[in-house]
């Protein structure tokens, strides 16, 4: 069955990095469309951005020219670079495979907690 397997979450301060992993599997990861996305307490899911099978990426304007979204095909891997974080990027991270039928596959989620 298909898995997504997040990892690299945690507590950081304000200011500080962290890179979250996703690995893939049982799926062929290279016809994957992948993403982000991140809830934070009170609030709805919220899309945070993309990489398509094609290289093309994507950013929510509240995480762009801090956050790189990155894949890895020899890896079944995708990447969430995050810099510059602040305490509103404090959320459940999770991730997301969408396959060539807009079926949609999430991981479990991981806890991003950034303090002030």
């Known amino acids: 069955q298909v898995q997504l397997v997040e990892s690299g979450g945690g507590l950081v301060q304000a200011g500080g990095s962290l890179r979250l992993s996703c690995v893939v599997s049982?799926?062929?990861?290279?016809?994957?469309?992948m993403g982000w996305y991140r809830q934070a307490p009170g609030k709805q899911r919220e899309w945070v951005a993309d990489?398509?099978?094609?290289?093309?990426?994507k950013y929510a304007d509240s995480v762009k020219g801090r956050f790189t979204i990155s894949r890895d095909s020899g890896m079944n891997t995708v990447y969430l670079q995050m810099n510059s974080l602040k305490v509103e990027d404090t959320a459940v991270y999770y991730c997301?495979?969408?396959?060539?039928?807009?079926?949609?596959?999430w991981g479990q989620g991981i806890q991003v907690t950034v303090s002030s």
């Open positions: 990489i398509i099978t094609g290289g093309i990426k």
């Open positions: 049982g799926i062929i990861f290279s016809m994957l469309d």
């Open positions: 997301n495979a969408r396959d060539y039928s807009a079926q949609d596959y």
